[in-house]
């Protein structure tokens, strides 16, 4: 009997994100870039309407009507697209939303192509749940990102494909014209879309198109942790096509019975946040432009375009081979975390480090400050 689970690799992030917090225990000062989470909370107004909802109403299972409408109107503000409340599936985090996609649509040993370098959840997943993840080497050339083309050489074809635009870790997007072409290949190959839209609402000059608007029958998931910045309270949707609700809603009440109660309250009050969260964005554009612009004159030069999410995937291979260890010695001698590629790329990740740039603009220029001076010193080899 093996006991080891099936694949499921170690998640470099938490033991860079363990080892920043042993430092920070010892006092010693520590810029968190490590892990993909906003450093702010949800919104005020949100947040007073969870001490609200704690004060006077029952925190028993529950799903919020009015939520599930909230949610569907978005696809009407951000998309233009009709969806009903119905077709709203509320789950603990875009997490929870893959696990309900993914044991819905397929069965065990069935071929899922994703990208590679991707969220290092989304393989780990499939292989828990008996799935064989069918790795795309995607690259510079193609930002990173699947092409039509990659999914039409995929011999025999896979049952399902999974997207991520924006991704984590590049932050690029797949263009109008590129999810197009996708959701053509896949209508005609037969194969199911599932597209992670959990970055929406978080991009540069760009606007994010939903898979919906190409491929009705994808099954897209989204979430509260990043653009509402609502990590911890573990609320996400999927947004499904009709002859998926039953199904959905079945596995949802036996695997999670419920969504958590007080997040739908303040998530919902969340939405009107606007305001606040823009705010956040703009914070985040002006982090990214002073990365881009800095990070080149300290030797880094090779990164992707970061058209959205909070990430910068930058290729530090000039500095060595091993960016687990470098990213251990970088927070070891300046406290800033960064995070290893290896997460995200089990084969090229070793040359990449993945930059979270969600924390405040004076973390950010502190954390150029710290990187110049670390190099300059020429410790890295
Ligand atoms: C692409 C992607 N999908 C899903 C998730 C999980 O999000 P949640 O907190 O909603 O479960 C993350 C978290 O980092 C992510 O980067």
Not at 25 to 37: A, K, S
Not at 84 to 94: D, E, K, R
Not at 115 to 131: C, D, M, S
Not at 294 to 310: C, K, N, Q
Request: with cysteine; aromatic share 8%.
């Amino acid at each position: 009997m093996n006991d080891a689970g099936p694949g499921v690799e170690p998640f470099y992030a938490v033991e860079i994100n363990r080892l920043a917090n042993e430092r920070a225990r010892r006092g010693l000062p520590v810029i968190h870039m490590e892990v993909g989470q906003p450093s702010a909370g949800a919104p005020r107004a949100a947040i007073e309407e969870g001490h609200r909802a704690l004060r006077d109403e029952p925190q028993g299972y529950w799903e919020s009507g009015a939520l599930k409408e909230r949610i569907a109107a978005l696809y009407g503000e951000r998309y233009q697209l009709a969806r009903t409340p119905s077709q709203i599936i509320l789950s603990a985090g875009a997490s929870g939303a893959l696990v309900l996609a993914i044991s819905v649509q397929f069965r065990p040993g069935a071929r899922i192509a994703l990208a590679r370098p991707g969220y290092p959840a989304h393989r780990n997943v499939l292989r828990a749940f008996g799935l064989t993840p069918v790795e795309l080497d995607c690259g510079p050339q193609t930002r990173f990102q699947p092409t039509a083309a990659m999914i039409e050489a995929l011999d025999p074809a896979p049952a399902g494909l999974i997207l991520t635009s924006p991704s984590n870790p590049t932050g690029t997007m797949l263009d109008h014209g590129e999810l197009a072409a996708l959701a053509r290949i896949c209508r005609a190959r037969g194969i199911q879309i599932i597209s992670d839209e959990t970055y929406h609402g978080i991009t540069f000059g760009r606007h994010a198109h939903s898979m919906l608007e190409f491929e009705p029958e994808a099954v897209v998931l989204n979430s509260f942790s990043k653009y509402w910045c609502m990590t911890g309270w573990r609320l996400g949707w999927a947004a499904v096509p009709s002859r998926l609700v039953d199904v959905m809603n079945r596995y949802s009440a036996n695997i999670f019975l419920a969504p958590p109660t007080l997040a739908q309250h303040v998530a919902l009050a969340a939405m009107d946040g606007r305001a606040e969260l823009e705010a956040h964005v703009a914070t985040y554009a002006r982090n990214r432009q002073l990365l881009m612009r800095e990070l080149p004159g300290l030797g880094i030069t090779r990164m992707a375009p970061v058209d959205g999410a909070f990430y910068l995937y930058a290729d530090i291979s000039h500095l060595g081979n091993n960016s687990l260890q470098w990213c251990r010695e970088l927070l070891d001698a300046t406290g800033v975390a960064l995070n290893t590629g290896r997460d995200f790329d089990s084969i090229n990740g070793g040359r990449f480090v993945r930059i979270s740039f969600a924390v405040s603009t004076r973390e950010t220029e502190q954390a150029i400050e710290l990187l110049a001076g670390w190099l300059r010193q020429g410790k890295p080899k």
